[in-house]
């Protein structure tokens, strides 16, 4: 299963999913209010949408992959329900409950700001500007994540309601399956603490930290980053 990151869909994963669907039976989908999929009113958690979407396909155990917001869903599944997932691949990931520095809060408001005011296209605009997408916009994969920002609807700027969850941080040496962190050392602060964090607590992890790249190193680096997931999950 693979999970893309916020505000993304299931076509960012266009790039590695020959090489992955090929070596590999393989999902993705858009998460709750993303590409194709829908958004009821009211609260959802995106791991409880993870476990239906399974139970539904009859899945009993699973690997799963994710990225960035996606990551962040895949390890709180992988602590929820241990049983159900064989192998974890994070990618730049974040954690559900993260205390945010106050240089990403600053970033963020402008983009909320400009959605909740109806200026769409504004907020897009600074979502693309971001610091996180520095490495990327200056790749081949630049035009991709510009396509994949203008297609996201922008409503969880406006309203989310995905429920509060605790921190996963006290909880981290508590994740059973082996896992990949790959990084980019040229991601931002917040992400690389939160991939020192993981390291220095998750017993059965392996770290590849690239050298020259970004946060979306699925994008960056499509088949560096496709060898790697599937050498490890074989």
């Not at 139970?55 to 049983?83: K, M, N, R």
């Not at 990403?104 to 979502?127: N, V």
């Not at 406006?158 to 921190?167: F, G, I, K, Y």
Request: hydrophobic share 45%; charged share 25%; with cysteine.
């Amino acid at each position: 299963m693979l999970l893309h990151g916020f505000g993304g869909d299931l076509h960012t994963w266009d790039a590695l999913w020959p090489a992955i669907g090929a070596s590999l039976p393989a999902l993705r989908y858009d998460q709750r209010g993303c590409g194709g999929s829908s958004a009821p009113s009211g609260p959802y958690d995106h791991a409880d949408d993870l476990r239906a979407i399974l139970d539904t396909e009859g899945i009993a155990q699973c690997d799963l992959v994710g990225v960035s917001q996606g990551g962040a869903i895949a390890l709180h599944f992988a602590l929820d329900q241990p049983a159900r997932v064989r192998r974890l691949v994070l990618l730049s990931p974040a954690i559900v409950g993260w205390d945010w520095s106050a240089d990403w809060r600053a970033l963020s408001q402008p983009i909320k700001a400009a959605a909740r005011a109806g200026r769409m296209d504004e907020a897009r605009r600074l979502w693309w500007e971001h610091p996180l997408f520095r490495s990327t916009r200056a790749s081949p994969a630049g035009p991709a994540l510009r396509a994949e920002i203008e297609r996201y609807s922008g409503r969880h700027w406006v309203r989310d309601e995905h429920r509060a969850l605790l921190p996963d941080v006290e909880r981290l040496h508590q994740l059973a399956a082996p896992t990949l962190l790959l990084t980019g050392a040229r991601d931002l602060e917040d992400f690389r603490v939160i991939a020192a964090l993981l390291e220095g607590a998750v017993p059965r992890l392996r770290r590849v930290d690239a050298p020259g790249l970004g946060h979306l190193l699925h994008l960056e680096d499509p088949a560096g980053t496709a060898r790697r997931i599937s050498e490890f999950l074989a």
